[in-house]
């Protein structure tokens, strides 16, 4: 089952039914299925405080990604920053919606098992990504 909730914004206008059967498919392509996702759409002072509290980063991100992982199902809390989300569209001249779905996405990829901090791991996620974009059209 997936989720949605906000906290301290207002609920982003995503069509949940068909967010979650893209999610879905997505997860499905890559040989998974989905268990308990909870989305959680925040501002960026949450954010900060989520990412010093659990991981010691002190830094604003877009998203933070808690993976509880069981076998072939993906469990998993998705913390994203609707702040962050609006001034990346911004700045890499993207449509608002299309960058939050980016987003949106990210977060199941990771918990798929694509990775984007090492070597090479950032282009393999984009094109995850690019993929999965294709796939909600």
Known sequence: MITYNSDGVKMPAIRKRDTTAWIKSVTESYGRKVG???????????ILEINKEYLGHDYYTDIITFDYDDGSRINGDIVISLDTVRSNALLFGKDYDDELHRVIIHGILHLCGIDDKGPGEREIMEAAENKALQMRK
């Open 36 to 46: 308990e996702i909870g989305y959680m759409f925040v501002n960026d002072e949450k």
